[in-house]
T-cell receptor, first 115, second 113 residues
Framework: EPEVTQTPSHQVTQMGQEVILRCVPI?????FYWYRQILGQKVEFLVS????????KSEIFDDQFSVERPDGSNFTLKIRSTKLEDSAMYFC?????????????FGPGTRLLVL | AQSVTQPDIHITVSEGASLELRCNYS??????LFWYVQSPGQGLQLLLK??????LVQGIKGFEAEFKRSQSSFNLRKPSVHWSDAAEYFC???????????FGDGTTLTVKP
């Protein structure tokens, strides 16, 4: 069964550094998402992406964040200058939004720790 | 705006007992509803979903959920819990046009032997 993959599984970085989290969505999917989950808290929507542009973003997704689909398979989340509060699990998801409704398939996540 | 409430932060049941996890949602139109399970340190696994049609939906691992529009609820049930069901359970609501899913705070399930 096709699945969403994410790399790396864990990343430790220093405050102020840039990080890029990578995702490979399911191959025929057209809609892509990033969510984050701070330890012990609920999953929060960050951004949705379709047709090479952002469809919607939350208030969390400020100017420090950016997304890109650099080629036909990868979908990346960049945090330009990380802060301590960016420490979280970041989930990528993709969907094909069929007529039957949308099901988002989540990747295993990247655990980011900012020191 | 869409929102989800999971009233129970933590539930403990004995192995073999029945389980019901509550979920209430707020959404202006017909919602798309989901239940996910998350084991410690793991990603989100979709248990089941409701888009339309039969209000009782069956999912994986023996779970089912019932959509009740009048109560704005989508409670998750399982007739007999196994120790491996211990995990965090998230209810989520989505919208066809908006795309994003809004998650509840989650319910932690502990299973006693």
């Amino acid at each position: 069964e096709p699945e969403v993959t994410q790399t790396p599984s864990h990343q430790v970085t220093q405050m102020g550094q840039e990080v890029i989290l990578r995702c490979v969505p399911i191959s025929n999917h057209l809609y892509f998402y990033w969510y984050r989950q701070i330890l012990g808290q609920k999953v929060e929507f960050l951004v949705s992406f379709y047709n090479n542009e952002i469809s919607e973003k939350s208030e969390i997704f400020d100017d420090q964040f950016s997304v890109e689909r650099p080629d036909g398979s990868n979908f990346t989340l960049k945090i330009r200058s990380t802060k301590l509060e960016d420490s979280a699990m970041y989930f990528c998801a993709s969907s094909d939004r069929t007529l039957g409704g949308e099901t988002q398939y989540f990747g295993p996540g990247t655990r980011l720790l900012v020191l | 705006a869409q929102s989800v409430t999971q009233p129970d932060i933590h539930i403990t049941v004995s192995e073999g007992a029945s389980l019901e996890l509550r979920c209430n949602y707020s959404y202006g139109a017909t919602p798309y509803l989901f239940w996910y399970v998350q084991s410690p340190g793991q990603g989100l696994q979709l248990l089941l979903k409701y888009f339309s049609g039969d209000t009782l939906v069956q999912g994986i691992k023996g779970f089912e959920a019932e959509f009740k529009r009048s109560q704005s609820s989508f409670n998750l049930r399982k007739p007999s819990v196994h120790w491996s069901d211990a995990a965090e359970y998230f209810c989520a609501v989505g919208a066809y046009t908006a795309g994003k899913s809004t998650f509840g705070d989650g319910t932690t399930l502990t299973v006693k032997p």
